[in-house]
């Protein structure tokens, strides 16, 4: 079993729509959770971390996280072209980061 | 946010050539940083981790003898990639760990022709 997965996509979202992502780990343990943005051909940008259960917001973007269900999830609100990319999840079961294959979310006009 | 810089961006080199790539912590002393490598439409791959003034940690499957690490500094870490083939043509990535996540650098294109 992967430690971390994620639906591989692609999602397809019209503008102004919400993208659900969801991921899911394998080790309770886990204590921090992250997701980042990579557009094609450029290294990933952190867009929100998470630590505890519960919702986190941050703009157009809100992490959720339920431990008890090893699940972490990304929404995004109000999606523009601009956030057409591919999305990693990515969970510290040690000191290493650990990530997905990531999502890739298509955002059409 | 903290900034990693990796150089350079891209690299084409002759196949049996060695290639070194650069990442800096500019504005912060990184102990440990993360080397990736990244095929296109896969995910990222940890080759090793880089402990300054110790010896890397490598992944299994990667040969350390080909892929030399060195972090010699608080704020540096070099790869080489000794007699480069086609097959190492890639995107290798850096990161530095900063509190609870991590930040990248700019990333490598290596073409090896």
């Known amino acids: 079993q992967k430690e971390v997965e994620q639906n591989s996509g692609p999602l397809s979202v019209p503008e102004g729509a919400i993208a659900s992502l969801n991921c899911t780990y394998s080790?309770?343990?886990?204590?921090?959770f992250f997701w980042y943005r990579q557009y094609s051909g450029k290294s990933p940008e952190l867009i929100m971390s998470?630590?505890?259960?519960g919702d986190k917001e941050d703009g157009r973007f809100t992490a959720q996280l339920n431990k008890a269900s090893q699940y972490v999830s990304l929404l995004i609100r109000d999606s523009q072209p601009s956030d057409s990319a591919t999305y990693l999840c990515?969970?510290?079961?040690?000191?290493?980061?650990?990530f997905g294959a990531g999502t890739t979310v298509t955002v059409r006009a | 946010g903290a900034v990693v810089s990796q150089h350079p961006s891209w690299v084409i080199c002759k196949s049996g050539t060695s290639v070194k790539i650069e990442c800096r912590s500019l504005d912060f002393q990184a102990t440990t940083m993360f080397w990736y490598r990244q095929f296109p439409k896969q995910s990222l791959m940890l080759m090793a981790t880089s402990n300054e003034g110790s010896k890397a940690t490598y992944e299994q499957g990667v040969e350390k003898d080909k892929f030399l690490i060195n972090h010699a500094s608080l704020t540096l870490s070099t790869l080489t990639v000794t007699s480069a083939h086609p097959e190492d043509s890639s995107f290798y990535i850096c990161?530095?760990?900063?509190?609870?996540?991590?930040?990248f650098g700019q990333g490598t294109r290596l073409t090896v022709v």
């Open positions: 998470i630590y505890s259960n």
């Open positions: 990515a969970v510290t079961p040690d000191y290493k980061l650990s």
């Open positions: 990161s530095a760990r900063v509190g609870q996540g991590a930040f």
């Open positions: 080790d309770r343990g886990s204590q921090s």
